[in-house]
């Protein structure tokens, strides 16, 4: 799936204050989106679009903060963007698929596989997906936030070469001497809080924001995937990232590709505690590449199960890493600090290890 483009387009590139799409801007996005499509390239649409189009067939003029108002604009607005993304695509003679996606969808293993499985057979079949998060179903706790998240979790997904997150400006902007200068490119590694940026103003209808955009290219380039960010409204502006142009601003994708279980419990599995480790726990973790063992362990916090992922965490707050738990949190709890021989005692046929060194990933 090396030739996978994820390509996401945004509320205020799509919808004009009014609540009305832009179809000159639809259009010729799709154009584009076909023409990867014929050349053999794999395109995925991650479109936002349905709750602003939702609110203004609904008379709404500014985004309410209300989740069943939220909701409802979403179940009026939904089915007909996709319905115009269906005549959009049919006059290319390229057929898209709608696909909605909770982040629960991705939090367990088995959905997360089906859901890539069924992506993997859409792209060799021919059709284009267009995915957005399924606002109607999901909850404050269950969603992605924005879908510039989204958009990155489904570049991982699909071990996509590119993710294009297409937005109202043509890259970001740095504060300079005679005004803000665009940034080219964010050296790999950055951390998102690093990057100095000039204070512009947002359009104010969709979700996300900068912020967004820079967590989820740290989150996508993490794994690998190139992340770009530029202006939505530019003619050509999607082929010429897939050809790899010097457009908008570029994130490289980072050396040293995580495996897909490790992507999938870093940026998909949500964190339902914290373990604290001590100092030689920290060193066998990063250094050795060992199994956590109760010795190492002083402090445990949440409530989670056998199967849970928790946060790892050092004893002066530092991340360490995130694994998936063979205790829960009581029975962590009763072996704090004890050798295996003596956690043994105290749980009989539970296992040696808290976190097996294979469903660990370290930050």
């Given amino acids: 799936m090396s030739h996978v483009i994820v390509i996401k387009v945004g509320s205020s590139t799509l919808v004009d ?24 390239m794999r395109p995925v649409l991650v479109s936002s679009g349905a709750i602003a189009c939702g609110l203004g067939v609904l008379g709404i003029a500014a985004r309410p903060d209300a989740l069943p108002d939220l909701q ?27 696909v909605l996606l909770t982040s629960a969808d991705l939090e367990q293993r088995t959905s997360y596989l089906n859901a890539r499985n069924t992506l993997e057979r859409l792209l060799e079949l021919g059709a284009v997906p267009v995915i957005n998060e ?40 740095a504060p300079g001497a005679d005004g803000p ?24 209808i969709g979700s996300g924001g900068i912020a967004s955009k820079l967590a989820s290219a740290s989150i996508a380039t993490g794994c690998g995937v190139t992340c770009i960010i ?33 992507s999938w419990l870093r940026h998909a599995k949500p964190s339902m505690g914290t373990i604290t480790v001590d100092d030689g726990a920290v060193r066998a973790l990063l250094e050795k590449g060992t199994s956590l063992l109760p010795v190492g362990v002083t402090a445990c916090d949440g409530r989670f199960s056998a199967g849970d992922a928790v946060t790892v965490m050092g004893p002066d707050g530092t991340e360490v890493g995130k694994g998936i738990v063979e205790m829960s949190h009581d029975e962590v709890a009763k072996v704090l600090g004890m050798r295996s021989d003596a956690a043994r005692e105290v749980l009989p046929g539970a296992s040696a290890e808290i976190i097996h060194r294979d469903r660990l990933v370290v930050s």
């Fill in 17 to 40: 204050e009014q609540g009305h799409l832009r179809d000159d801007v639809l259009d010729a996005r799709v154009a584009e989106i076909a023409a990867l499509r014929d050349a053999g």
């Fill in 72 to 98: 409802a604009a979403s179940a009026v607005g939904q089915g007909a963007l996709f319905a115009r993304y269906i005549a959009a695509f049919s006059a290319h003679g390229t057929t898209p698929a709608q």
């Fill in 134 to 173: 399924n606002d109607t179903t999901a909850t404050d706790e269950l969603t992605f936030g924005d879908n510039d998240v989204l958009a990155a979790q489904v570049a991982i997904l699909l071990r996509a070469r590119t993710l294009l997150l297409l937005t109202d400006r043509d890259g970001l902007y």
């Fill in 181 to 204: 200068v665009r940034i080219g490119e964010v050296a790999a590694g950055t951390r998102p809080e690093d990057v100095e940026l000039a204070d512009l103003p947002g359009s104010g």
């Fill in 230 to 262: 530029a202006s939505g409204r530019d003619a050509g502006v999607i082929p010429a990232a897939a050809a790899g142009e010097a457009i908008g601003t570029r994130f490289p994708g980072r050396e040293g590709e995580a495996n897909s279980f490790k």
